[in-house]
């Protein structure tokens, strides 16, 4: 479990084509504390540790994960979100994410609202039920709050800290995003199916 605080930014250092695809991310940290087995959200996927050395850890990423988020497009030198999975007490600041990536989202639009930048996204039919006005949302593993839902886009305002201290900075429109919708909506969607 994650809350959708990014700690860290990591960059690919080398991406390995297999069975599965392993990809090595050079982080910012001491890695001495970093268990092999230890899971790490990496731009919101979750991903369990198969290797380290001391300014980096390497991840296998199986094919579902590829096709379900942004990962299969990472290349050498990509900036990845990193966020190492939470402790009992630890501080929950965001809101609890699973770090399982339902879909890849799209920035359609940047606007400047003083000082900060509205971005408006647009999200896959799938998850579009699931995105309530004032509600949560993770894109690229950041705990977000959803200011306002079209019918097939939604927008965040995106403070300076954030952009300074996570990818969002860097984001173009045209870029995809990992998404993954609140955990709560998933349940209530399911429990209504059961009432239906």
């Known amino acids: ?54 300014d980096w850890f390497a991840v296998s990423v199986s094919g579902e994960s590829l096709a379900k988020t942004t990962l299969g497009r990472w290349h050498r030198g990509t900036a990845v979100n990193l966020e190492r999975a939470l402790k009992a007490g630890d501080e929950i600041g965001g809101h609890i994410v699973s770090g399982h990536v339902d879909d890849v989202g799209a920035l359609v639009s940047m606007a400047r609202e003083g000082d900060s930048t509205r971005m408006t996204f647009e999200a896959p039919e799938s998850l579009r039920q699931f995105i309530a006005s004032k509600g949560s949302i993770t894109i690229d593993g950041i705990s977000l709050t959803v200011n306002d839902v079209g019918s097939t886009t939604f927008d965040i305002n995106v403070i300076p800290h954030t952009q300074v201290v996570t990818t969002l900075g860097e984001r173009q429109v045209g870029d995809a995003v990992n998404l993954e919708i609140d955990m709560l909506a998933r349940y209530v969607a399911r429990l209504q199916d059961y009432d239906a």
């Open 1 to 54: 479990m994650f809350t959708g605080i990014v700690t860290h930014i990591g960059f690919v250092r080398q991406i390995i084509k297999g069975g599965d695809t392993r990809l090595e991310i050079t982080v910012p940290f001491e890695t001495g504390d970093l268990d092999i087995g230890a899971s790490v959200a990496c731009s919101g996927a979750c991903m369990t540790v198969i290797e380290k050395g001391a």
